[in-house]
Each structure stands twice: as C-alpha cells, then as structure tokens.
C-alpha cells in the first residue's frame, strides 16, 4: 500500500518559532510537494521538488523554505511562525506528468 | 492569483439530483485532473484527460477536458450522499514540468 506520512496531525506553536513539517514517501517518487489549503482557497503550491536538493518555488513561497536532502524526505520549514500561517498543510508526491499525486493525511497547523 | 477556479464553490443538493462542477483557466492546460478529498484525508484521484474534448466515464460521473484545454467539467448523474466532498481540479501548464497546480475547489453536499 503507497503511502505519504507527515510527521504530525495537529501542532501548536507559538507566534516567532521555527516550524518544521516533515513528510516522507515510500513509493521512489521523483516529485513531492508542499500545499496550503485554505477554505474557499482550495490547495496553494508552497514549494514543489523535483529531484533531490532541487526545489521550485510555488504561487506562495513567502515565509517558507525547504529541504529535500534524500529522495523519500521532504521538509517544510516555517522560519518564523506567523498568525497568518495557520492553516491545514498537505504533503504529496507523484512519479511524473499525468501520473496521480498521493497525499499525506495533512497536518493543521495553529499558529497563536 | 489561481490559475483554476472553479464553480460554484458550494453545491447543496437532494439525492437523486445531477449537477456539473466547472473547472475554468485563462491558460492552457496539457493535462487535467480531478480529485475527490473527504473530511481528515488528503485528496483522491478520480481522473486524468490529457487530449483536448476527451470525455471520460467513471460510473455516474463524466468528466470533459474543454477542447483548447483551458477548462474542464465534472458531471454527476443521480447524486447520492457518497458523492459528498470537496471536489478538485488540478493541471500541468506544459509538457515539460510536473508542477501540480490545483483549483479553488467546490464542496458538494448530498442530503438524503
């Protein structure tokens, strides 16, 4: 069974802390991504990989980076948290174009 | 700015009902995708169509990529509570990324 794990369902953290999402792939998928979904927003890209130590910015990098040191790995980090970054992050990944995207469960990020 | 938005953004109606989801871009597409995402899970792929005026079947859905690929449609014949959910489109701008852009989303509510 294909599977995409991230590291927590809830977190709480507090306004000016590092933030660090993880998520990890078991299926040697050479794409992963980091989405924000917001209600009436749908998913927004963050940042999306490509390859390892490769990174592509998506439509709201603003306050976020990344890190893909190993191919199945897949770090969001939120460098200084923010109110306004409270919200449900989703990681996926897929093999290439055309090919489905597998999600993790999401983690809900509140940021007080 | 997203790229894809989608209409309308909520949908109410009784079982037994049809009903079309609308996916729309100013850009051109070279693959669109639909996903299904049900409370506490990621999305779900339903489909893929890759050639402009493709139709596809999945038992009482129909899904159609526009013919110059810049929008799509989602049709459900005879809805039934199981089709509740937050339906998603999601393409590839060209041939040569595997950036996943998704769409603004709608919620589908089916009453018994």
């Known amino acids: 069974d294909v599977k995409v794990t991230q590291s927590s369902r809830y977190l709480v953290k507090r306004t000016g802390e590092k933030v660090f999402l993880e998520c990890v792939q078991d299926?040697?998928?050479?794409?992963m991504f980091w989405y924000r979904q917001d209600p009436g927003l749908g998913l927004r890209l963050i940042y999306f990989?490509?390859?390892?130590?490769?990174?592509e910015k998506g439509d709201i990098p603003e306050g976020y980076s990344v890190s893909r040191e190993k191919k199945e790995r897949f770090s969001l980090i939120l460098e200084s948290a923010s109110t306004n970054q409270t919200s449900m992050y989703l990681c996926?990944?897929?093999?290439?174009?055309?090919?489905?995207?597998?999600f993790g469960q999401g983690t809900r990020l509140t940021v007080v | 700015t997203q790229l894809l938005k989608q209409s309308p953004q909520f949908l109410s109606i009784q079982e037994g009902e049809n009903l079309t989801v609308y996916c729309n871009s100013s850009?051109?597409?070279?693959?669109l995708q639909w996903y299904r995402q049900e409370p506490g899970e990621g999305p779900v792929l339903l489909v893929t169509?890759?050639?402009?005026?493709e139709v596809k079947k999945l038992k009482r859905l129909t899904f159609q990529f526009g013919d110059a690929r810049k929008d799509s449609s989602l049709h459900i014949t005879a809805a039934q509570p199981g089709d509740t959910g937050l339906y998603l489109c999601?393409?590839?701008?060209?041939?040569?990324?595997?950036?996943?852009?998704f769409g603004t989303g709608t919620r589908l509510q089916v009453f018994p």
């Open positions: 996926a990944s897929r093999q290439g174009w055309g090919t489905e995207a597998f």
């Open positions: 299926m040697d998928h050479e794409n």
């Open positions: 990989s490509y390859d390892v130590k490769m990174k």
């Open positions: 850009s051109v597409f070279s693959s």
């Open positions: 169509v890759v050639t402009g005026g």
């Open positions: 999601a393409g590839e701008r060209t041939y040569n990324t595997d950036k996943l852009i």
